[in-house]
């Protein structure tokens, strides 16, 4: 049966630059370390952390998911988002922590007590593991074309729009599976698709 990934609850895009920075793309592992320990320093950034066992917690025994309390993991992951993006080399824009820059990511508030099993937060995990095999081996593969693209840039400043839209797709992918398990946005079980 197929999923209409244009209804799912989570909508992820990077808008395509036509020219890149070779220097800046050159040094970019360097250049994100200052953005990376902020990134390490907030609260609840692991996708195991507070803000998962909280959010499992409410849901669980208040069927309940304040709006600020989602808004904060929605905006967490927007940061973290941008500098992935960033680390990826999909943008050369430095990570802001505030503006949204070229990274476009939406998740639909959840009504807990509509659209939220209180149950299903329990296992979701475990329903997620054949997507999760599926993105180690994506991850690895995005990996590779993104020092493919470095060295494409680094040649041409451009970053070949086929690999662009890949590593796109696996982070999109990446992004639903997370919204569905860790921060418990969507009952919803997430595409197999890169689109």
Same mark, same amino acid.
């Given at each position: ?8 609850? =989570? ?52 069927? %309940? ?29 430095? !990570? ?24 299903? !937060? ?7 593991? !054949?997507?999760? =095999?599926?993105? %180690? ?32 797709? %696996? ?9 569905? %398990? ?7 079980? !997430? ?5």
């Amino acid at each position: 049966m197929a999923t209409d990934t244009s209804a799912y609850p =989570v909508r992820f895009d990077i808008d395509y630059e036509e020219q890149h920075n070779r220097l800046t793309a050159f040094f970019r592992l360097l250049l994100s370390v200052p953005i990376v320990i902020v990134l390490c320093m907030l609260p609840s950034s692991s996708a195991l952390g507070g803000l998962f066992v909280a959010t499992l917690l409410m849901i669980l025994f208040r069927q %309940v998911y304040p709006r600020w309390w989602f808004d904060f993991g929605l905006e967490l992951n927007r940061f973290s988002t941008r500098v992935s993006a960033y680390m990826f080399l999909l943008t050369d824009r430095y !990570p802001s922590t505030v503006d949204t820059q070229a990274v476009h990511l939406d998740i639909t508030y959840p009504n807990a007590k509509q659209d939220l099993n209180r149950w299903l !937060p329990l296992v979701k995990w475990l329903l997620a593991i !054949p997507h999760l =095999v599926v993105l %180690v081996f994506l991850g690895l593969a995005a990996a590779v074309v993104t020092l493919i693209a470095w060295f494409a840039i680094l040649f041409t400043g451009r970053y070949p729009r086929g690999l662009f839209n890949f590593v796109v797709g %696996v982070g999109r992918w990446f992004t639903r599976v997370n919204a569905y %398990v860790f921060l418990v946005a969507t009952d919803k079980y !997430p595409p197999f698709s890169l689109a």
